[in-house]
C-alpha cells in the first residue's frame, strides 16, 4: 500500500470513529463530574448500582416550559425518585447564553416551579453535554444499576411545545424507567429528541 492511500485510510478510520465516539444504548454511559447548585460534585460512580435519569435543561426553551408549565416533569421527578431513581437535570448553557444561571437561580427555578430532581448539575463548560452529545433541552437519558445506557432520546413521542400534546403522546422516558425498575429490556431504547439546541 502506497503512502497516499495509506493516508485517505487513516482518515477514514478516524471519521468512522468520531461517527461512532457518541455515547451507545446498551454500552457503559459516559462518566461525569459535575458540580451541582450548592457546590457538590457529583459523578456516575457515586450512583453505582443506582438508577440514573440526566435531563438536560434550559427553563427559556419553550419545550422545557411545555413540560414543568404542565407540571409533566415534576411529576415525573417525584414519581420516580421516590422508587429510588436518582434524577440529575443538567444545565449546560455556557455564560452569556440563553439558559445560562448561576447557582443560586438555578435554586430559585428549582422551588418555583416545585421541581424534584435528587440534584441541579451545572456544566457551563458544556464538558458533560457533550460527552453524552446533548442536543437539545429536553434531551433524556436513562442509566441502569450496572452504568449501562439503556434509554436516550426524547421524553415522549409528540415533538411539540403544547402541553395538550402530552397525554396523547407516548411517554418514552417514563416507559423505560417502568421496564428497568421491572428487570425487563427497554422496548423504544433510542428515539428522536426535540427541543431548543443546548446552548454551549
Avoid at 415522549?156 to 429490556?185: E, F
Wanted: with cysteine; hydrophobic share 40%; glycine share 8%.
Amino acid at each position: 500500500m502506497n503512502l497516499a492511500r495509506f493516508g485517505v485510510l487513516a482518515v477514514l478510520l478516524l471519521c468512522s470513529a468520531a461517527l461512532v465516539a457518541g455515547p451507545q444504548v446498551g454500552q457503559p454511559a459516559p462518566d461525569f463530574e459535575a458540580t451541582d447548585t450548592a457546590g457538590n460534585t457529583h459523578s456516575l460512580n457515586d450512583y453505582a448500582d443506582r438508577i440514573v435519569v440526566l435531563e438536560w435543561t434550559n427553563h427559556d426553551c419553550p419545550f422545557v416550559i411545555k413540560h414543568y408549565g404542565s407540571g409533566n416533569l415534576q411529576a415525573l421527578q417525584e414519581h420516580y425518585t421516590e422508587q429510588g431513581v436518582v434524577w440529575l437535570t443538567v444545565i449546560s448553557s455556557a455564560p452569556g447564553m440563553q439558559g445560562y444561571v448561576e447557582p443560586q437561580e438555578a435554586e430559585a427555578l428549582t422551588q418555583t416551579r416545585g421541581a424534584a430532581p435528587t440534584a441541579v448539575l451545572l456544566d457551563p463548560k458544556g464538558r458533560m453535554g457533550r460527552a453524552f452529545d446533548a442536543r437539545v433541552t429536553p434531551h433524556m437519558y436513562v442509566i441502569d444499576g450496572e452504568g449501562r445506557l439503556v434509554y436516550m432520546g426524547g421524553i415522549d413521542s409528540i415533538p411539540s411545545a403544547d402541553p395538550a400534546d402530552i397525554p396523547q403522546a407516548t411517554p418514552y422516558v417514563a416507559n423505560a424507567l417502568d421496564a428497568v425498575l421491572a428487570g425487563q429490556p427497554v422496548l423504544e431504547s433510542t428515539t428522536r429528541h426535540y427541543g431548543c439546541t443546548v446552548k454551549y
